[in-house]
């Protein structure tokens, strides 16, 4: 059971290029979430979708942009890339319901972005 | 926007010693939750509280929902080098999809 699994890990990009984040989740969970994580900070929510076809913003949308085409799968798009993308990025998963555990996330391992 | 507050930001302590992590916000929370995160993984769940004034106790952890429902603490007693890390809160709003981090506080024990 891989759980969350991210790729790349690591990506150097430079000023105005393009490139997707990759999310995928094995665990039939319907919501997905993107988070940003900078230097020795919380994390900010970019987008979350609560199931297939559904997505929306968090709290830093600006710059990103997400799909759900299916359940397994939530990519996060980055168009014109800029150093204040520059960051660690978390994609995370839970499944729906009202239990004491719903609100679990689970995180992958995350992908190191630099923007120079 | 609901804001969480983490203090102290930095605690450096020796091996063996008891430390408390806050958690405080203006905001009532229906649950919040503790995640610890190692350096390059992501965050991993510790606990869940639910009810004000819930108290869970994991090994040497022990951690606490405020009665108000707006802040938590995290004590650890005798802390081993295992437990560095950094301690990430998180509150849920009932009926609500996202949940809301706080700031962290990075703990590092020194053996």
Known sequence: NAGVTQTPKFRILKIGQSMTLQC????????????????????????????????????????????????EDFPLRLELAAPSQTSVYFCASRRTGDHSGANVLTFGAGSRLTVL | TQLLEQSPQFLSIQEGENLTVYCNSSSVFSSLQWYRQEPGEGPVLLVTVVTGGEVKKLKRLTFQFGDARKDSSLHITAAQPGDTGLYLCAGGAGGNEKLTFGTGTRLTIIP
């Open chain 1, 24 to 71: 995928t989740q094995d665990m039939n969970h319907n919501y997905m979430y993107w988070y940003r994580q900078d230097p020795g900070m919380g994390l900010k929510l970019i987008y979350y979708s609560v199931g297939a076809g559904i997505t929306d913003k968090g709290e830093v949308p600006n710059g990103y942009n997400v799909s759900r085409s299916t359940t």
